[in-house]
């Protein structure tokens, strides 16, 4: 196989014939200037020759690099140019000239909305950016795009802010809804501009709102589909209920505080009725009691049942004083011990099955009986393994006793039916303290301690919420939830590690609360008989409702008559009098509109390419849209998921447009008030944050971050920089050098380059603009400054301006630039752009965004010559190391290098064995090279300045010795001062 690569090394060494005499010429004379060729290119791309002479001596005699484009880019100018290149380059238009251009393939990146409640901050900056990085590597690679940003406009939150200090006191439904929807336009008009100058590419011109009259008609068709299969039906049963706020939440309304602190107790049920296989040790020892464990003391007045599993174990144990028989979990009885502070004797064991029959006192309420029952949702790994069942404040207890009669209003306090004591009592604070006094007056309280534990709170009012029933609609999960699970199994999930969150939130659910006492949301199309409570809804009302909705807006089910609101067909059915009807006052709960999405905007199969959203929506728009898509369309409305996670503050907490705990995207942008703490960065500088950002973890923002970013940029643009000086005055339309004709070493760099934009495509391809950035780096510090640009400089300076060696490189140049533009341009479009304005070669009035993905050909793979030329590098990088970063121009060097591959290799570079101006001595810097598989007898070894020894592994890694070691590719190279001619060749 290395034979294969060396002869198509040396076929290309017959063709090539180096043209330069010029160079050997000025060599020697311009060995200041040469000393710059092992540095860096300047932080201003360009090089200033060193002449001794004096400035300006050499300038004539060398084509150094010009280029309007500016080294750097700060303060105002720096945001104006931005702005004149959105302009310039046409950003507004881009997204509608690329849906118009032909092309075969869609890209659909359905864009979740954002809430419409306030300013954006930089966590929504890296959701739209990383979405817009994806959106415009797709377009340069060809395809059509299907991008339409969104907002969820509905909702309490927005209902709230806009009420303020008001309240809905004396608004009529109507005023409220008006006041939130100016509210809402208001953020989605601050929140579009910021988005516009983020750079997202998008028609802003046709969005879509979730308060709009056509996607509410979409929605409510779904909401009638899911109707008429069963899947939504309305039901008296527990639901999360938020006291703070007064209205049903959903799952994905709730957020979990991991340090919430109850009053845990224990107390006990005394059994009335004895299970019969107890019978005998009641008899002779006393009375039993039953002992539970619960953290919200407040339900033990709705408690209906004692829960046991029917499969454990339980004991009869005696406390050591002989105060009390508990009857307890046997596999709980050591740490209840431990807790209790007493030695707990077992007097008897039985199986849970056994304990059936039994019944208990109430504790607090006289003549109660509390029956024992079976349920498998008993936990054995805390508490008693006896559960205190209240059906109308647990979802799983509901599931074993429906029965549900609600002693606690919508102010979260006990009603009158709670009794006199507890009347008018809020349940999560003073209440519960009553509930504990009376439990203790009642001899029934074990114990008391606190508990922190994980505890739902309300989203938007950061309160704890409780549960409790109501009437209220709901999706039916259980039903779906099979389904939706093998609909996710063809889900490609990234980061796949989320795909058991996304799981577990499915499991937990086993219906969804839909309805909300609210106004500012989508009305649900049902009519109630007033006497009877009866719901009207079928598919000819709810279409009719759509119908309207999608030609009036939703107002209109508050300002129209029934008769209007109903349909003909209806109309003719409704036996007696109209006005036994009347409308429903509940709207859609907020993830059902946008959970529908899918439906208003989606074309077509209504299934995207991807949704790419933050963490917070795995229990949330991933779940609602999943969950619809699969009740109507019988797959997911994705084929993958991004899951990024959040910007978090400088405490670590989520950032967020609720807690205001934000950092603003256009103070990076634009800068803060104090410039010298917050600087004007521009959206690129904002952009390559985010591109940076392992988004797959937390993500902090701050100056440190913010300046490493602007540093990044500044140094691409001096790489840029020193590429289009040097193309000053090339035209690769006509001027361009066959690949096949060009020094090694630039064909080299085109196989490096082809490299790198493979590698760029699959990074964007994965997701992963954070590997782009790293790419991209290596590629123009490694490969570029310190490697292709160090050495180029004596063609591109000194050569004549047309000789081949000169055009090979620019040529070069031209692709290496035009390659690295159009690779940033996804995470930098405003930077490529205004590169791409300097560019020579094409036509003006072009963009870059309107011209392509990095177009690489195949024939510039040249892995044979990439290892002649690593091996090479090996050698120089110990040669330059080995003159303490003096010039390499003021010495010549000899390789010695014993027959065999790596001395074939080597040769490809040097025909002759000495030589000025060989590709060899280009590489090495030296000012002139002797290559050779003997060193000559008559050396004159007092003039040596160093010298060292290799091993060079040809299959991968080249390594250096001190000593010098067998094998097939040993190689030596010494170091003589400048214009010592030992060597007779
Ligand atoms: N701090 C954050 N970091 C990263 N992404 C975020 C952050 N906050 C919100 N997002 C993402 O931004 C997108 C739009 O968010 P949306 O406006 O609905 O957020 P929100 O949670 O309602 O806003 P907020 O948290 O600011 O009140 C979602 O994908 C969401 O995951």
Known sequence: MLLCRLSSVTQNLARWRPCSTRRGALLHSAISFNSSRCQNVSSEGTVQPKATQGPGQYRDSVLLPRTEFPSNLSGQKLLEREMEIQRECGFAELYAWQRDRKSKKEYCLHDGPPYANGDPHVGHALNKILKDIRNRFEMLRGRHIHYVPGWDCHGLPIELKALGELGTSGLSPLQVRQKARVFAEGAIARQRAAFQRWGVMADWDNCYYTFDGSYEAAQLKVFQDMHSKGLIYQDYKPVFWSPSTRTALAEAELEYNPQHTSKAIYATFALSTVPPEMADIAGKLGSISVLVWTTQPWTIPANQAVCFMPNAQYSVVKRADGSQLLLVATDRVASLATLLGTELESVGTFTGAQLEGGVCCHPTIPGKDVPLLPANHVNMGKGTGLVHTAPAHGMEDFTVARHSECLVDEDGQFTELAGPELQGQRVMAEGNDTVISMLKAAGALVKEEACVHSYPYDWRSKQPVLIRPSKQWFINIAGLKDKAKEALAKVRVIPESARGSLLAHLDRRPYWCISRQRSWGVPIPVFYHKETGEPLINRHTVSHVAQLFSEKGSDCWWELPLGSLLPPEVLQKVTGDLTEYERGEDVLDIWFDSGTSWAAVLEGEAQADVYVEGKDQIGGWFQSSLLTSVAVQKKAPYKALVIHDFVVSEKGDKMSKS????????????????????????????????????????????????????DNISKLRATLKFMLGNLRGFDPRTQAVDPKEMHYIDQYLLHLLRNYSMKMTDAYNDFDAGRATRLLQGFITR???????SIIKDRLYCDPENSLARRSCQTVLAEVLDGVTRSIAPILPHLAEEVYIHTPGHEGGETLFRSGWIKSSPVWRRPGLEEAVEGACAIRDSFLSSIHGRSAAEYELIIEIEPGLLFELMESLQEEPTSSYSQLTELMMSSRTTLTNALPRDMNADALISQGNFLINLEGEAGVSNQFHGGPSVCRFLVFPLNWFPVQT
Do not use: C, H, M
């Open 659 to 710: 807690l205001g705990n934000i950092v603003d995207p256009d103070t990076v942008i634009n800068g803060g008030e104090d410039p010298s703490l917050s600087p004007p960065y521009g959206a690129d500088v904002l952009r390559w944050w985010v591109a940076k950002s392992n988004v797959f973890s937390e993500v902090q923002i701050g100056p440190a971050a913010l300046t490493s970013a602007r």
């Open 783 to 789: 490969d570029l400054s310190s490697f292709y640009f």
